[in-house]
């Protein structure tokens, strides 16, 4: 109930798609009653969770923030909501996102763009007391990041203890790090992506959202294994997650990777990573530079890669089966091409438009197989520095702290996800994973991210050096 209520109080966060009250208000019913009859409880009994808007769920609807998918509701619940569900977790709500989780700001939904709650924070609001009255700083608030950028809001916000976000290209950790929280990639197919509304399909995975690491193995412990529903899924036993505590990190070696030292670095995230790697260093662990010698090529990689599963896998949306349908039906292909056009947005189409340009016969060689190479060269770049020797990288999750938003929206959306997804993208293509750890609050206030990759399926020893940083 507190949650519910905080929930209605921070409304203008705009961090809620959908609040499912009753049928959180049901779940806490019977999670109590299990809890006075005495009966065994399960992993997640009785927490708040909140759930990104792009995951199905059944009964309640589903929108991935577009018009396409408005009203929508799925008869099945995503692998991973079941998960919760089944140990006991309360879905509190959907929360907002970029369309189809295309972006880094969480600003371009049908719904309106997430605010930060950090925008309001008591340091902020004297400085702006401060300010001279009627200044236009009044108004400025600050993105989430994105595209998670509602579940990060809703975590930041204490409407929940813990939040389901995407990440195909950094969805949740650039949030994560924008809100002061911890932002969790697993491994490419730890955990099952069925129900997971697709966008980049080889690179999705269900993110986590904690306040802490703990919590974030807890929430990997109940989602972590084999689902016959996704393929690609490892069919290897899964181990506990729970975090031992290392009390000794002498023996690790951390890379930090020379290329991404970007000269749009801010020098506060940049002077915040080397005393981060100095911690490691004065603990005893060996902290040495690294070449991911093809990082320059990740972001043009990753947008051909994107463009062309997008424009393959949004051909399910043609106003037949579900969702959106125009009113047009002179022809079926005046009604797809009308459906399509009132249901997805600029950024969307344009998106379907570059991908089917690069997998036109003449252009397939030249962009889609030429990007699948690079591609691999990239995972190879990280494979080639954990087989020197190195454990885990260290690395900035963003360029700088949470801008404005009316800066954000200066440059169009293919700019920002350009600019801003540097350090993140290229774990995704390599299928590593990676998490955002809360690192410090800058001069204005705003908490700064830093990253950890480790080896594929190494999610628990990532893990564990995250907890000695925190
Ligand atoms: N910003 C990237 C994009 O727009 C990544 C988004 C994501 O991880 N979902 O494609």
Redesign the pocket.
């Known amino acids: 109930r507190k949650c519910l209520s905080l929930i209605q109080k921070t409304k203008f966060l705009n961090a809620y798609i959908t609040v499912s009250e009753e049928v959180a208000l049901k779940q806490a019913e019977e999670s109590e009653e299990r809890y006075k009859k005495g009966q065994s409880l399960g992993d997640l009994d009785g927490i708040p969770v909140a759930v990104k808007d792009n995951f199905s769920t059944s009964g309640i609807e589903t929108t991935c923030a577009s018009n396409m998918l408005k009203g929508y509701i799925p008869p099945f619940n995503a692998t991973v909501v079941q998960k919760l569900l089944d140990q006991g977790a309360l879905l509190m709500g959907k929360t907002n996102l970029?369309e189809f989780?295309?972006?880094?700001g969480s600003t371009d939904g049908v719904f309106g763009p997430v605010k930060n709650p950090w925008s309001y924070s008591k340091q902020r609001r004297e400085k702006r007391q401060q300010q001279a009255q009627g200044e236009s700083q009044a108004a400025e608030w600050l993105i989430t990041g994105g595209?998670s950028g509602g579940s990060a809001a809703a975590l930041a916000a204490l409407t929940c203890s813990a939040a389901l976000g995407?990440?195909?290209?950094?969805?949740t950790r650039n949030p994560a790090a924008h809100c002061g929280l911890v932002g969790f990639k697993p491994s490419y197919g730890l955990v099952s992506r069925h129900g997971l509304i697709p966008?980049v399909n080889s690179m999705d995975v269900p993110g986590i959202l904690t306040r802490c690491v703990d919590d974030t193995a807890i929430v990997l412990g109940v989602l972590a294994g084999h689902d016959p529903k996704d393929s690609t899924t490892v069919q290897d036993p899964v181990k506990p997650f729970t975090l031992p505590s290392l009390t000794d990190v002498s023996k690790l070696c951390i890379g930090i990777p020379k290329e991404y030292a970007v000269p749009e670095l801010s020098s506060e995230v940049r002077s915040l990573w080397s005393k981060a790697a100095g911690l490691f260093e004065s603990a005893g662990a060996k902290v040495i530079e690294v070449s991911l010698p093809h990082t320059s090529c990740s972001i043009v990689c990753y947008h051909v890669l994107?463009a062309s599963e997008v424009a393959s896998n949004m051909a399910r949306f043609d106003g037949l089966e579900y969702g959106h349908r125009c009113d047009i039906n002179v022809s079926t292909e005046a009604m797809y091409a009308a459906t399509r056009r009132e249901g997805f947005s600029d950024v969307v189409r344009g998106r379907i438009l570059s991908g089917n340009f690069f997998l036109l016969k003449e252009n397939y060689e030249n962009y889609f197989i030429k990007a699948q190479k690079v591609r691999r060269l990239i995972a190879n770049d990280f494979v080639n520095v954990f087989n020197s020797g190195v454990d885990i990288l260290l690395t900035p999750t963003t360029l700088s702290e949470a801008v404005p938003y009316l800066e954000f929206i200066k440059e169009d959306n293919r700019t920002r996800?350009a600019q801003?997804?540097i350090f993140t993208?290229a774990v995704?293509m390599a299928g590593l994973p990676a998490v955002s750890m809360p690192a410090a609050l800058s001069h204005q206030g705003l908490p700064i991210g830093l990253q950890f990759i480790g080896r594929a399926f190494c999610d628990q020893k990532l893990l564990t050096v995250a907890k000695w940083f925190e």
């Open positions: 970029d989780a295309m972006g880094s595209s995407s990440d195909t290209g950094g969805s966008l994107c996800s801003g997804d993208q995704n």
